[in-house]
């Protein structure tokens, strides 16, 4: 059981590329989310989706886009990378029910944007 | 102002000693939740209290709705529990939680 996996680890962009951070999890989860944490501040919520087929935006959803064609897979794309996008990304998963108080990380993918 | 503080931003503590690290909130939350983020940056979560208390092994959290507070303590503390401790409130009819900036424990042998 994978949990819920994350990739790249490590990616280094130039501004203006565009890149796909891919996040899966095989714990039949409904909820997903996309979070970016930086240097004194908390965890902040980009994008979320609480079922197939839906996505709602988060506090920081501005330079980034979203689907969730399936259950499972929530990828999170960067139009055009900006230096204000270097960051620690971690894609996350919530159950439905059973487990309610736990989230479920990916490991996180450390982007930096020159 | 943030809408969870914790407090403290950093403690270091000597093995063997009682942690106690605070988390304040000035929002309306349905529950309340601590997390642990690893040396390596991987996050787990540890507990989501919407009242009273939860014990895990050495790990004690208790939430007072009333003053919108919550304390994580760590027993018997140990150098593995070295870490950053991140609380957050989850939100009423939501599932999007709102996090504090964590707590960076380091214990010393």
């Known amino acids: 059981n994978a949990g819920v996996t994350q990739t790249p680890k490590f990616q280094v962009l130039k501004t203006g590329q565009s890149m796909t951070l891919q996040c899966a999890q095989d714990m039949n989860h409904n909820s997903m989310y996309w979070y970016r944490q930086d240097p004194g501040m908390g965890l902040r919520l980009i994008y979320y989706?609480?079922?197939?087929?839906?996505?709602d935006k988060g506090e920081v959803p501005n330079g980034y886009n979203v689907s969730r064609l399936n259950k499972r897979e929530f990828p999170l794309r960067l139009l055009s990378a900006a230096p204000s996008q270097t960051s620690v990304y971690f894609c996350a998963s919530r159950p439905d029910q059973g487990q309610r108080e736990k989230l479920f990380f990916g490991s996180g993918t450390q982007l930096s944007v020159l | 102002k943030n809408e969870v503080e914790q407090s403290p931003q950093n403690l270091t503590a000597q093995e063997g000693e009682f942690i106690t690290i605070n988390c304040s909130y000035s929002v309306g939350i349905s529950a309340l939740h601590w997390l642990q983020q690893h040396p390596g940056g991987g996050i787990v979560s540890l507990f989501m209290?919407?009242?009273g208390k939860k014990k895990h092994g050495r790990l004690i959290a208790t939430i007072n709705i009333q003053e919108k507070h919550s304390s994580l303590h760590i027993t018997a503390s140990h150098p593995r529990d070295s870490a950053v401790y991140i609380c957050a409130g989850g939100r009423f009819n939501t599932d999007k939680l709102i996090f504090g900036t964590g707590t960076r424990l380091q214990v010393f042998p």
């Open positions: 989706s609480a079922s197939e087929g839906t996505t």
């Open positions: 209290l919407s009242s």
